[in-house]
């Protein structure tokens, strides 16, 4: 059981934990009462550690992405991810190409379902969440990625590092607004060893699946492995 306030031992390849919070909302981005799984997460969390590029180039894309990979151990910046991006022509298609970037490096990219409570568990447990937002206003809108690192209950709101500003704040309604807005998109990247809380088995065995057909036969035996333990 976490208690309030405390620091959670990080899991490998994960970061440090500063523990507290959790919350979940509707889609309509209005409070809703908080689930069981949820009222069981810690009431404030926010994850330490987590690298950060700054900069609003291709939808932050680059930016939130070279710190995913650079939290699971992989050397990375922005700039290098440029080519294998096949950035700028490849813009329009980075939710595609960077979780198959991201397989190359032996990793398992796992979808989230979209729903705020998944997220916030995944954030709860020391693992980061990138997502893909909507950020402006009702008469101009653009999407940009951006990276969930922390969240809490008592202020209503999530921190999301993206585009200029590390740990923005937004206010859960806000957010789930914003998301569901761009697509609901959202994925964990993690080690083969790495199970995501309150994992779903069938999303788990695609993910490790889409990881063997990008030639990563050993990553994604580890992966199977790491499940059937469960």
């Given at each position: ?17 500063l ?42 894309g680059p ?9 699971q151990?992989?050397?990375m ?7 294998p ?11 595609e ?10 990793l398992?990219?796992?979808?989230l379902n ?8 995944q954030?709860?447990a ?14 101009w ?12 209950r ?20 806000a957010f ?8 609901g998109?959202?994925?964990l ?26 030639g990563?036969e ?6 199977r ?6």
């Open positions: 059981m976490f208690e309030r306030d405390a620091q959670v031992k990080p899991r490998p390849h994960a970061l440090k934990l523990v507290s919070l959790a919350f979940v909302l509707s889609v309509t981005g209005c409070s809703a009462g908080l689930s069981s799984s949820v009222e069981r997460l810690p009431d404030r969390v926010q994850l330490s550690g987590m690298p950060f590029f700054r900069g609003n180039i291709y939808q932050s930016g939130a992405f070279a710190s995913m990979l650079a939290q151990g992989v050397r910046t922005p700039g290098l991810l440029d080519e991006l096949k950035l700028p022509k490849a813009e329009a298609q980075l939710a190409t960077m979780p198959a970037v991201a397989r190359q490096y032996g398992v990219v796992y979808p979209g729903d705020l409570s998944d997220a916030l568990a954030v709860a020391g693992y980061p969440v990138m997502v893909r937002i909507d950020d402006g206003s009702w008469w809108k653009t999407q940009r990625y951006g990276v969930l690192v922390g969240y809490d008592e202020k209503d709101m999530v921190q999301v590092n993206i585009g200029l500003d590390p740990r923005e704040e937004m206010s859960f309604g789930a607004s914003a998301w569901h807005s761009a697509g998109w959202g994925i990247i993690q080690a083969p060893t790495q199970l995501p809380a309150q994992v779903d088995r069938q999303r788990w065995a695609s993910a490790v699946e889409e990881l063997a057909k990008a990563q050993q990553a994604a035996a580890k992966a492995s790491a499940l059937s333990a469960k």
